[in-house]
């Protein structure tokens, strides 16, 4: 991870002094990412901000989108979740203008998980269900098994056990036979900033009913 932030680091320097201001904003991109997974939330945000900032910049709208996106997850984070609905929205615009709809679909489903932790159950529920069907039109197996996750969690905290259920099984089975690391995504739940109470209530709900 630090060797990756390094070159990132080199990276963005070098095509600093070549004027290349995309490739720059891609490798500040890769730094914010880097420095979230190590907890550096301020660092995260400046660096993705950056990235914002030189993207903006050149006119790449993608590159916009990405950056306002992970600023949104940022956000989010920290507990500021009208801003990071902003953003997000900000972020989807662009996508669907761009028809990028594997990405418009997971800034949807971030939406969902925005709105509820706003508390805003309904609409984090539209939000769930619209991403899941997104996903599931593209046939992207691991975009339905992340969307069905936060279906479950939107139905758990709206008391619909048995509909969260439905959705967690399958969840369950698409992640473990894609070779997704669970135990590890669960345990990563548990560090404070990705604590979800409605998560695992949940998934406490599988392991009851297995």
């Given at each position: 991870?630090?060797?990756?932030?390094?070159?990132?680091?080199?990276?963005?320097?070098?095509?600093?002094?070549?004027?290349?201001?995309?490739?720059?904003?891609?490798?500040?991109?890769h730094v914010g990412n880097v420095d979230?997974v190590r907890g550096e939330m301020d660092?995260?945000?400046?660096?993705?901000?950056?990235?914002?900032?030189?993207?903006?910049?050149?006119?790449?709208?993608?590159?916009?989108?990405?950056?306002?996106?992970?600023?949104?997850?940022?956000?989010?984070?920290?507990?500021?979740?009208?801003?990071?609905?902003?953003?997000?929205?900000?972020?989807?615009?662009?996508?669907?203008?761009?028809?990028?709809?594997?990405?418009?679909?997971?800034?949807?489903?971030?939406?969902?998980?925005?709105?509820?932790?706003?508390?805003?159950?309904?609409?984090?529920?539209?939000?769930?269900?619209?991403?899941?069907?997104?996903?599931?039109?593209?046939?992207?197996?691991?975009?339905?098994?992340?969307?069905?996750?936060?279906?479950?969690?939107?139905?758990?905290?709206?008391?619909?056990?048995?509909?969260?259920?439905?959705?967690?099984?399958?969840?369950?089975?698409?992640?473990?036979?894609?070779?997704?690391?669970?135990?590890?995504?669960?345990?990563?739940?548990?560090t404070p900033r990705h604590a979800h109470?409605?998560?695992?209530?949940?998934?406490?709900?599988?392991?009851?009913?297995?």
């Open positions: 991870m630090e060797r990756s932030r390094a070159i990132a680091l080199e990276s963005a320097a070098l095509h600093a002094r070549l004027g290349d201001l995309d490739r720059e904003a891609e490798a500040w991109n979230w660092l995260a945000r400046t660096h993705t901000t950056r990235a914002l900032d030189l993207w903006t910049g050149v006119g790449d709208r993608l590159g916009v989108a990405r950056a306002a996106n992970n600023i949104g997850n940022l956000l989010r984070a920290a507990g500021r979740f009208e801003e990071a609905e902003a953003c997000y929205r900000q972020a989807l615009d662009t996508l669907e203008a761009l028809g990028d709809r594997a990405r418009a679909a997971t800034v949807i489903d971030n939406l969902a998980v925005v709105g509820l932790h706003r508390g805003d159950l309904p609409d984090a529920l539209a939000h769930a269900e619209r991403a899941l069907a997104e996903r599931e039109a593209m046939d992207s197996r691991a975009g339905v098994g992340k969307s069905l996750d936060t279906l479950a969690n939107v139905l758990t905290a709206m008391g619909e056990s048995r509909r969260a259920l439905s959705a967690f099984r399958p969840a369950l089975a698409i992640r473990t036979s894609l070779g997704d690391r669970y135990a590890a995504a669960l345990a990563r739940l548990r109470p409605f998560y695992w209530a949940g998934f406490a709900l599988v392991g009851a009913a297995s």
